[in-house]
């Protein structure tokens, strides 16, 4: 397998998380987001990928995109250990969850909005990382309130073992912590992040560990 | 089955496809996202679904949120007809479609998001609606590459019944013509969106034909 991926791109280290949970070697091919005007716009990237987005992965001669279809793969090819729970009830919870940060706060904060937001709306950067800011608290208030409500969480978001809902979740809150929001207002949130930054496969995902790490 | 839903929401819109489908019954509770502040951000409804969106479905005592977790619970509670494809990756390229629009278009141009631009930053009236079109050309450009290259499309994104992709593409080319965009650029989605709109189950679903249509 080969993973398309940038060392701080969100979506790529939820893939980098899954892939070492379930013990997949692969292979690392960073594309960097910023370097000679972005690589991922460049056409070699964008022939694989022709939404210049990260992570893509490689398997054979499959070409998967978009994280959520990538660890939903991973997980139909390699059932052991699995991402979502058991019953359809559960499995719709945990993808609730993933889907709040998947769908609800990381593309609002991506990079070619916070570009559209400078650029073409002159926005400064006070304003623009203000914006960064506050679709996080949002979105992190709302989602401590939907964990709290469902009272399924344990070591993890639901229960003691990683789901999907953790590789979303996770690389959320180091974006949190890259822009200096005090997660330990979101108590369940910053528990269950400090709890999964012991796990061996989330640590060896995080971005500081990346072979393209700056 | 109780779908709480506004005419308008696309989420909702994808949720109604999907119980067409599978020929399920529903009751219909309109949640109003404009009329005294929201209905959505009153706290009968956020005691039901945390982060104030739409829909929500209900099943027993079941409460189901997220539009793609609620047609994954669907697809799984009642398999016939199917909406995913029967292979991983063909599952996966039909996830990654879904994914284009519920992450990469739809967050961006969400109310909330368009409420924020207009008071926090004030953007005028002609920016936003921009911003809006924007984001839909952007990701319909790409999505039609996406089409194209995998060559899979028939009838619908993927051969020639309906799947998850289809059921957040159509709501996303409503959009796109509510602000006035030219479709016919993007033959491929154009040319989908034309047939869905033919099959019975898309066409019950749509914007103007729910019992709070405006």
Same mark, same amino acid.
């Given at each position: 397998? !080969? ?35 972005? %690589? ?49 009830? %559960? ?36 304003? !623009? ?86």
């Amino acid at each position: 397998m !080969k993973l398309y991926s940038y060392f701080r791109s969100s979506a790529s280290y939820r893939v980098r998380i899954a892939l070492n949970l379930k013990g997949l070697p692969y292979e690392y091919v960073p594309v960097h987001l910023v370097r000679d005007g972005g %690589e991922h716009l460049a056409p070699a990237y964008r022939a694989l990928n022709q939404d210049a987005l990260l992570p893509t992965l490689i398997v054979g001669d499959d070409v998967v995109q978009q994280s959520l279809a990538i660890i939903e793969y991973l997980d139909e090819t390699h059932p052991a250990p699995p991402l979502l729970p058991s019953t359809p009830v %559960e499995r719709a919870y945990v993808r609730s969850v993933a889907l709040q940060v998947a769908c609800e706060i990381h593309p609002v904060d991506n990079l070619r909005v916070l570009k559209y937001l400078k650029r073409t709306l002159g926005v400064d950067d006070a304003a !623009k990382d203000a914006w960064y800011r506050h679709w996080i608290e949002t979105g992190f208030s709302t989602l401590e309130a939907h964990l709290v409500a469902a009272g399924r969480t344990g070591t993890f978001c639901f229960g003691d073992t990683p789901t999907v809902a953790d590789l979303c979740l996770i690389p959320q809150v180091f974006n949190a912590h890259r822009f200096n929001i005090d997660t330990t207002r979101y108590p369940t949130i910053h528990r269950i992040n400090e709890n999964a930054l012991q796990h061996d496969a989330f640590a060896r995902a995080a971005p500081g560990a990346q072979p393209d790490a700056e």
